[in-house]
């Protein structure tokens, strides 16, 4: 294994997103997977050529990649629920000159919760979409 440093291109995310999306049952719906299929990924994803752009990635560095994209998709996911500013994939929660005080007094509450709403100020998530399939949903009401 490399020494180099592995460093994620959106090029690599994708790879992995749809890599993923072939081995989803493995996963269950919490998108829970095994190390197993870590390896496999790390392995592809050198196949692939991924590794010369941002270092190599092992199973372990898969693993950490995905954990951070989880939680990257449940802040957005709770942004997105947000009234007084819109959402859009590719500028985040779209907060302009009129709109900054709602967003401040929306990371006033959420960054207790939400360490990570920040930088979706002005910035989008473009894995949105592709997560969702992977993420069981929230159940609601009482009696669940």
């Not at 207790?112 to 920040?118: L, N, V």
Request: aromatic share 12%; hydrophobic share 35%; with cysteine.
């Amino acid at each position: 294994m490399s020494t180099k440093s592995c460093k994620w291109t959106d090029r690599n995310v994708w790879a992995m997103l749809t890599f993923l999306e072939s081995k989803k049952a493995e996963g269950g719906d919490g998108g829970n997977f095994k190390a197993a299929t870590w390896n496999a990924l790390a392995r592809h994803l050198g196949a692939e050529g991924h590794n010369e752009e941002g270092g190599e990635k092992s199973g372990s560095s898969c693993k950490n990649k995905w954990t951070a994209l989880r939680a990257a998709f449940s802040v957005v996911q709770e942004l997105k629920k947000q009234s007084g500013f819109a959402w859009d994939d590719a500028h985040g929660a779209c907060i302009e000159e009129s709109s900054e005080h709602v967003w401040e007094d929306y990371v006033k509450v959420r960054l207790t919760r939400h360490p990570t709403a920040a930088p979706y100020k002005n910035k989008g998530f473009p894995y949105y979409n592709m997560m969702e399939q992977f993420v069981a949903p929230k159940a609601k009401g009482r009696n669940i």
